[in-house]
């Protein structure tokens, strides 16, 4: 059975999309079978798997809508060997409104519709989320396993984020996923070969002892440059620090599982 695991943060600008893509393709290197679902309105994710393309016959709107929905039938490949996409379309925007209304089984919607169909088919299931905890993050997580929170180095609100995270994921636990855990935070755009870099990095270890991945993401352009071009940073310069790093991530996530290295 696959394990399904959602990032999330209540913070913009902390790396969601650029760790769910690129964790994905790290992930299928080591041999697994990845799937992405964008649950973000913005569709960062299924643009850059698709290499722009944002048009679909049936995406995350569907499943979310139809009165018999099919994943299997809203699932696509993606641009990368291995990867599947449950894509997303701008148009799901205007359904949170009506889905987070005061009916606590809207939030199980997704995870009833989806869960049992991916976990028997992926290896990962890897959910990208909104930069908020509205209905899309807090649907992710009914459906998930595990929760990473990605944070920007340096940035407080992106700590503030990790802790209402927390609390959430308490709150989900008690209300309908007790199986959900808190994997790891994951410090992300750091510069370690500075001194506030350092600095930072000391600090959130001192303060999250065992709540923090080990490998850290490095501040780089690369990134920027591949998502630029519809990629990954493995489908645009594979022998840099950066693809080096999501590398070692993907290692220390399948020790964390269980899995076969």
Do not use: W
């Amino acid at each position: 059975m696959g394990i399904i695991i959602t990032i999330a943060n209540n913070k913009g600008g902390v790396g969601k999309t650029t760790l769910t893509c690129n964790l994905a393709h790290a992930l299928t290197l080591k041999g697994g079978r990845a799937l992405v679902i964008d649950t973000d309105s913005q569709c960062n994710s299924t643009s850059l798997l698709t290499g722009g393309n944002i048009s679909f016959q049936n995406s995350l709107y569907d499943i979310l809508t139809a009165r018999d929905p099919a994943p299997k039938e809203a699932i696509v490949e993606s641009s990368i060997k291995r990867i599947d996409l449950l894509p997303n379309i701008s148009d799901t925007a205007v359904l949170e409104y009506d889905l987070s209304q005061n009916l606590p089984e809207n939030y199980s919607i997704l995870r009833s519709r989806i869960r049992s169909y991916v976990k028997e088919r992926y290896d990962y299931i890897l959910i990208d989320t909104p930069p908020n905890l509205g209905y899309f993050s807090l649907s992710s997580l009914f459906a998930a396993d595990f929760c990473i929170v990605p944070i920007s180095a340096g940035s407080a609100y992106s700590i503030e984020g990790l802790l209402r995270v927390l609390a959430i994921i308490e709150k989900i636990q008690e209300d309908g996923n007790p199986d959900l855990r808190f994997l790891r935070l994951l410090v992300n755009n750091i510069d370690r070969r500075t001194a506030m870099g350092r600095v930072i990095v000391s600090e959130l270890e001192e303060n999250f002892q065992g709540k923090m991945f080990e490998t850290h993401i490095p501040r780089s352009t690369v990134f920027e440059q591949a998502e630029y071009i519809k990629s990954t940073v493995f489908g645009h310069h594979a022998t840099t620090y950066g693809a080096k790093a999501y590398r070692e991530l993907a290692t220390e996530l399948k020790r964390l599982l269980g899995s076969p290295q």
